[in-house]
């Protein structure tokens, strides 16, 4: 069983990492921000709930999100594992994930603030999956459209300054400082995220392949 986090600040390449790692060792992706939003252009409850705290850069409520893991790590496809993309964002969100499945890795991606901002400028995600690109850095074949399932791509309603302001705040305040806890139990694989996608990718794979 592995029990992966993928963990780092706003635009350091969770989702950009995550789509490979989660196809390279087939498990499956759980990428909170896609379930909210998900949720949000569908309209449930869920979604109306989030949709404030979201567009805002805030975190949503704990009792929410913690229940939705919950649900979402037991189903069928999660008996061997998974790759879990923004959560836990608190140690009391931490707390809580032990409390139903068991961690393996914490995949730690850091970059700058500066960088992030710059990323986050320019991503683009697609409608229907939220798959991950960038003008630049990771243009997809066709301006416009996504590569892997042909929706449209379009920028987050949480990609403006403001909001990535507010988003790193909190991820230094209340997210960081859970790296503490996860090294006390020598889970922590440091990544530099400052560097070619590729290169990323495959300091990734060898942590898989020598661990
Ligand atoms: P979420 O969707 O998780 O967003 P986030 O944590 O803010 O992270 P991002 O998706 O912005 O960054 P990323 O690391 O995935 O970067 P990416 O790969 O796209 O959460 C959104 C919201 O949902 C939260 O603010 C909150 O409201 C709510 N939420 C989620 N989880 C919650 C929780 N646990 N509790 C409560 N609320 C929660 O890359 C960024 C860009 O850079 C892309 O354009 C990419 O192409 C490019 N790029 C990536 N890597 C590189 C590289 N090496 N070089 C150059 N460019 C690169
Ligand atoms: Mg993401």
């Not at 490979?20 to 379930?35: D, E, H, M, R």
């Not at 404030?52 to 704990?62: A, F, H, K």
């Not at 320019?122 to 243009?139: F, I, K, M, Q, S």
């Not at 020598?186 to 794979?205: C, P, R, Y």
Request: proline fraction near 4%.
């Amino acid at each position: 069983m592995r029990g992966i986090l993928l963990f780092g600040p706003q635009g350091s390449g969770k989702g950009t990492q995550g789509e490979k790692l989660s196809a390279w060792l087939q498990l499956p992706l759980v990428v909170t921000g896609n379930i909210f939003r998900s949720n949000i252009k569908s309209g449930t409850a869920l979604g109306q709930l989030a949709q404030g705290y979201i567009q805002r850069g805030e975190l949503v409520p704990d009792e929410v999100t913690n229940q939705m893991i919950q649900q979402r790590l037991a189903e069928p496809d999660c008996v061997n594992g998974f790759v879990l993309d923004g959560f836990p964002r608190s140690v009391a969100q931490a707390e809580a994930l032990h409390n139903f499945t068991t961690v393996t890795h914490l995949l730690h991606i850091s970059i700058s603030d500066a960088e992030a901002v710059r990323r986050i400028a320019e991503r683009r995600t697609c409608v229907a999956n939220g798959h991950v690109y960038h003008v630049l850095y990771n243009p997809p074949k066709q301006a416009g459209v996504c590569d892997s399932d042909g929706s449209p791509l379009q920028q987050r309603e949480d990609d403006t300054e403001t909001a990535l302001r507010r988003r790193l705040d909190i991820y230094h305040r209340a997210t960081e400082p859970l790296l503490n806890y996860y090294r006390q139990r020598q889970l922590v694989f440091d990544i530099n995220g400052e560097q070619l996608i590729a290169k990323v990718w495959t300091d990734i794979q060898a942590i898989f392949q020598t661990v």
